[in-house]
């Protein structure tokens, strides 16, 4: 069942408009954490067409493994939300201005009161180990950032197509200050990416090479490598399984 739900965080007159993915079962459940959460079930709500189409894949799972998801909308804000750090490579320019508080923000209130919410809410297993984020593109930054620098809040970090290019030498930093031996980091890329008109397959390619051998040696890390992947949301549900069987080995 995929379930329309809204959180209104304490003080924001918006709230995060959530898409639940709740497995027929009785028993307590782990929790995957997804952003771009338009992007996760229906693709009539995406903004290009297709989605991940998660829910098959989810229905899959839960044969073993009791898994809900959360998918989070990301809204009209999208590089801000997802930018923890400065934007230094942009191919629009307004993206220069980025506003690093509002990623913060968002990210204070995934870990400090929407994860209370949910467990509050829904039959979860409680704890980090139980619990797992998602994101892709720029949401994968975002992903990292909430899985490194909030220690207690996810156990395992799905990161598709890391734009980790824009942030230049920022990023970089962050992952080494940040990374220890208790991370499991699933890192996955296509050879056939472009996004925006200004960024081929090569970039793509190489900041993910790069930043899986920055991590490989110091935690808990696999690279999937899709020949044929484009920078969609159709290439991005081929591999979703993998990052579930990493977490689930």
């Not at 797992?132 to 909030?150: C, D, P, R, T, V």
């Not at 799905?158 to 991370?183: C, P, Q, R, V």
Request: aromatic share 14%; net charge neutral.
């Amino acid at each position: 069942m995929i379930k329309h739900d809204f959180f209104y965080p304490k003080g924001q007159a918006s709230p995060l408009e959530l898409y639940i993915y709740i497995p027929n079962t009785n028993v307590s459940m782990d929790v995957l954490y997804l952003l771009d959460g338009e992007n996760a079930f229906r693709d009539y709500l995406t903004m290009y067409g297709r989605s991940l189409r998660l829910q098959k894949k989810l229905d899959y799972v839960n044969i073993n493994n009791p898994l809900m998801a959360v998918a989070i909308k990301a809204g009209d804000d999208r590089t801000n939300l997802y930018s923890p750090f400065k934007i230094k490579n942009a191919p629009i320019k307004d993206w220069l201005n980025n506003d690093t508080s509002v990623a913060k923000e968002f990210s204070n209130v995934v870990v400090n009161e929407l994860i209370s919410y949910v467990d509050n809410k829904y039959n979860t297993n409680k704890g980090k180990s139980h619990r797992y984020i998602y994101g892709s593109s720029l949401a994968a930054i975002e992903a990292l950032f909430l899985g490194l620098n909030y220690k207690d809040s996810f156990s395992y970090i799905g990161a598709f197509s890391t734009a980790s290019f824009i942030y230049d030498e920022e990023f970089n930093k962050f992952i080494k200050k940040e990374l220890n031996k208790e991370h499991n980091i699933f890192l996955y890329v296509g050879e056939k990416e472009e996004s925006d008109g200004a960024y081929d397959s090569k970039i793509y390619l190489d900041t993910s090479l790069k930043l899986y051998n920055e991590i490989k040696d110091k935690c808990n890390s696999r690279l999937m490598i899709n020949k044929i992947g484009t920078h969609s949301e159709k290439s991005w549900s081929t591999y979703i399984l993998d990052f579930i069987s990493f977490i689930y080995k």
